[in-house]
C-alpha cells in the first residue's frame, strides 16, 4: 500500500480488533496471564501499524513501560496522591501518574449549572 493516512474502514477495522484483543485480555488474566499479555502485545502492533490511538476505554488498562496487562488488585495498585491518579505496575515497578483535574472541573462545572437550572425553576 502507497504511504500515507489509510481508509477510514481500515481504521475501524483496527480499533474494532484491539478492542476484541483487550476485551479477551481482560477474560483470560485469571485463567492464564501469559496469554492476556500477548493480546496487548497484539494490540499494540496493530495500534502501530495502523497509526491509531488505543480506544480510550483500555488505554490505562496496560502498562507503558512494560506493556502488560494491568487488572488492580492483583498485578498493579491504584493510589489517588495530590491531584493525581498513581497507577503502579506489580511487574516492572514503573509508576503512571495521571492527573485528574479536568474531571473535578467538570463536575464541578455541572453541579453548578444543576444549581442554576434549579434556581431558574423557582423564580
Known sequence: ??????????IDIAQERM???FNRAE???KKNP???????????NISKKYN??????????YCKKCYKFLVPGH????RLINNEINIYCGECGHVMKIPYI???KLKRR??????TFKKRDYE
Open 34 to 44: 501469559e496469554r492476556s499479555h500477548r493480546y496487548i502485545e497484539l494490540a499494540r
Open 52 to 61: 491509531t490511538k488505543i480506544p480510550q476505554p483500555w488505554n490505562r488498562r
Open 27 to 29: 477474560k483470560e488474566y
Open 102 to 104: 479536568r474531571e473535578k
Open 75 to 78: 498485578n498493579c495498585a491504584v
Open 110 to 115: 455541572a453541579k453548578i449549572d444543576s444549581y
Open 1 to 10: 500500500m502507497a504511504r500515507g493516512k489509510r481508509p477510514k474502514w481500515m
Open 19 to 21: 478492542d476484541i484483543l
